[in-house]
């Protein structure tokens, strides 16, 4: 089926009352019923609602849905995009590994990556995704997990995931991709051989910003990976909290099965059944969401690039834009969703340009259906100095763009009159 069939329903058999909408079980917990089927559920014999920390119906649709949407195996709903990066990191590395990081991804995912995840010992050394070079010179016998964004916010950049995936394969490492920005409508990194996808469901897959979630999503066949392999011994040894259970031993998606049993049941960043429900009706309408975005966003491009006030401007879908390669090759279409920079003058004219929009909202969010301006080098950046600014890409006149899916005739006449 095609992933526009899925979207609407996968993993969804109609209860007794026919109900056509995924119903909202707003429930903490589940009635047993028996003392045998609780001492079932607990012991793996049987799968099932325990406590919502762990599992819940509503979400159960949620996992099943993004992941057929994403063609992956299995899935594990989390609270934020950030819970699901964690989880995914903490269930392959621990105190004393290394991770290998994409230098160009979204800012919090750096700071806890680089920064958060040090303080538990795990340290991350950057690399270049635009070519992926020096990728295999970082790998040494702790690296536990590759970590990039598809297309990556805010840089835009796209990672030469060919060669990211070809040595995490060589080396025996987990390669894990942030599929945000993408969506799997526009890229399937899983079918690209990625193991494991991460996304922030508060973005495209909600769609019109209405809730905090993320979502793991696995690859077929990753079991092969982890079973024996000496970098994991985690999926292969005792795990004395769960009286010496060896998940190898299990008939089941080993990754999210340990990531749902260990790292939900103890940290408990769990989405509330409400949020996971919104993101059943954002994905319903995720198909044609992107493709509007990506339609509108290239028109407000082509007009970008042809103003006299503009210096440069980044959309790799744009047929001269020097990513425009890469979009060709991952891209479906080559469309590369509503997100695309622009440059002006310099800092004040950006800031002007920002005051005078009328539809453009000035908010540090992406993938609204509202269309989103920022100015990074005021707000996201703001503490750095020029010459930083210079280092991390940023230029001081740079104004980002989250096209939303107003009419693309008033977002070009709203940027006309801003620009002047
Ligand atoms: C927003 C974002 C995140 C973080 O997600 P939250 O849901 O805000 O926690 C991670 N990665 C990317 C690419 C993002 O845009």
Redesign the pocket.
């Known amino acids: 089926m095609t992933q526009e069939t899925l979207a609407l329903h996968y993993g969804y058999e109609h209860d007794g009352f026919g109900t056509m909408a995924v119903p909202l079980y707003q429930t903490t917990a589940y009635d047993f019923g028996s003392a045998q089927k609780a001492a079932n559920l607990f012991a793996l014999k049987e799968l099932g609602p325990i406590y919502t920390r762990l599992n819940n119906p509503t979400t159960d649709v949620f996992e099943a849905r993004i992941a057929a949407v994403e063609g992956g195996e299995a899935s594990l709903a989390t609270?934020?995009?950030?819970?699901?990066?964690f989880f995914a990191i903490a269930n392959l590395a621990e105190a004393g590994d290394n991770i290998l990081v994409a230098r160009k991804?979204?800012g919090?995912?750096t700071t806890l990556l680089t920064h958060t995840l040090k303080r538990f010992g795990i340290q991350a050394k950057t690399f270049e995704s635009d070519k992926a070079d020096d990728l295999e010179a970082l790998i040494d016998d702790k690296t536990k997990a590759i970590y990039f964004?598809s297309?990556?916010?805010?840089q835009i950049a796209i990672p030469n995931i060919e060669k990211i995936v070809s040595i995490a394969q060589k080396h025996n490492i987990v390669s894990i991709c942030?599929n945000?920005?993408a969506t799997p409508i526009l890229l399937q990194p899983l079918k690209l051989g990625v193991d494991v996808v991460?996304?922030?469901?508060?973005?495209y897959i909600t769609g019109q910003g209405l809730a905090?979630?993320?979502v793991i999503i696995t690859r077929f066949g990753l079991n092969e990976k982890l079973i024996k392999n000496p970098l994991y011994p985690q999926f292969n040894e005792p795990d004395e909290s769960y009286h010496g259970l060896v998940y190898a031993d299990l008939p089941f998606p080993l990754f999210t099965l340990r990531a749902r049993l260990s790292l939900l049941r103890d940290i408990g960043a769990v989405p509330s059944p409400f949020s996971s429900w919104l993101f059943i009706q954002g994905l319903e309408t995720l198909s044609i969401r992107m493709k509007q975005h990506s339609s509108n966003a290239y028109k407000v491009a082509k007009y970008l690039k042809s103003h006299p006030k503009v210096k440069s401007v980044n959309y790799p879908g744009l047929e001269d834009d020097p990513q425009h390669d890469k979009a060709v090759k991952y891209f479906k279409d080559a469309q590369t969703s509503g997100l695309l920079s622009f440059e002006v003058e310099d800092f004040e004219s950006a800031k002007n340009i920002l005051d005078s929009t009328k539809i453009f909202a000035v908010v540090v969010?992406?993938?609204d259906s509202k269309s989103i301006i920022t100015h990074p080098a005021s707000t996201t950046h703001q503490q750095l100095s020029s010459e930083e600014l210079e280092v991390a890409d940023i230029p001081e006149g740079l104004i980002r763009l989250s096209i939303g899916l107003e009419s693309s005739e008033d977002l070009i006449a709203d940027l006309a009159q801003a620009i002047g």
């Open positions: 609270a934020s995009g950030q819970a699901a990066i991804i979204y919090g995912s964004e297309l990556s916010n805010p942030d945000t920005v991460v996304h922030s469901a508060s973005k905090i979630g993320g969010n992406i993938g």
